[in-house]
């Protein structure tokens, strides 16, 4: 791949280019969320996973979108959410450090994955933050300061974007990341879980976008975090019906996959997808 091919400048243009990883090891070992917490004793049925993230996959190929795929290591049992581990912003790959001890190990994955294809990335070594906590929308950039995302990540993701605009969101301490209650569908529509932000945020952003309301059971259920893939296209939970139905209202077409095994470790199809190239 050559490094004109990574460029992302939203969250809702074509999607081209895409990094996942199975959940072949995937599994509720500590923790770490709200949504682990209720499922931890249940666990995760991997078989069932395997099956939905192919689902997705499938997906996405038929919908022209070049997937890449990660070596699942059983080490790195939350690894199915690349999300994390980098985002894309503009031109440049961003390698998360992770917080967490049981996701630390997954960046040497995901840098030896990028030197394999010739690709540089900023290392945001010894500044704590997840993927998941990162918007970009133009030259504006959302990051939440969540338990996963530091302020000084906040201003090192400044130092390298000189150009963007780089703000600071910090969520409520329940809510792992802030695509678990904002989501940026369009130049004017997104997805808002208004009780996971402050109020003087939910002001800003309302003067930003139409804010599409996701109620906390559907929150809880990872409505926010839908992948939208290009052309008002949207992937979504066929159990959140009322954000499907609100989506659809708008004017988005709604692609339904069921995902709910996955969702038991507190994330969804953002989550689960690292764009490399959005067109």
Not at 177 to 200: P, Q, T, V, Y
Not at 249 to 256: A, K, L, R, S
Request: proline residues 4%; aromatic residues 6%.
């Amino acid at each position: 791949m050559k490094q004109n091919q990574v460029c992302c400048h939203n969250e809702f243009t074509g999607l081209k280019k895409v990094i996942l990883c199975p959940p072949t090891f995937m599994k509720i070992v500590d923790v770490i969320n709200e949504t682990q917490r209720r499922y931890h004793k249940e666990n995760i049925d991997v078989e069932k996973a395997v099956s939905q993230h192919s689902k997705l996959l499938e997906v996405l190929k038929s919908n022209g979108i070049e997937t890449y795929i990660l070596p699942p290591n059983d080490a790195y049992p939350e690894q199915v959410f690349t999300r994390d581990i980098g985002f894309t912003v503009g031109e440049t790959v961003f390698i998360s450090d992770m917080k967490m001890p049981v996701r630390q190990g997954e960046e040497g994955v995901l840098k030896k994955w990028m030197s394999d294809h010739g690709l540089t990335y900023i290392d945001l070594v010894e500044d704590e933050t997840e993927g998941g906590d990162v918007l970009v929308h133009g030259k504006t950039v959302y990051v939440g300061l969540s338990s996963r995302t530091t302020p000084g990540a906040v201003e090192r993701i400044q130092s390298h974007l000189p150009n963007h605009d780089v703000i600071s969101l910090p969520i409520h301490e329940d809510i792992l990341h802030l695509d678990c209650i904002f989501n940026i569908l369009s130049d004017r529509d997104a997805l808002i879980h208004r009780e996971g932000l402050l109020k003087e945020d939910v002001e800003r952003l309302a003067s930003k976008f139409n804010l599409i309301d996701v109620s906390r059971e559907e929150q809880f259920t990872m409505g926010v975090n839908v992948l939208s893939i290009g052309n008002k296209k949207v992937i979504s939970l066929p159990i959140n019906e009322e954000v499907n139905r609100k989506l659809r209202e708008h004017g988005y077409e709604v692609i339904e996959v069921d995902f709910d095994e996955i969702i038991k470790s507190g994330g969804s199809f953002r989550c689960c997808t690292l764009p490399l190239l959005r067109e």
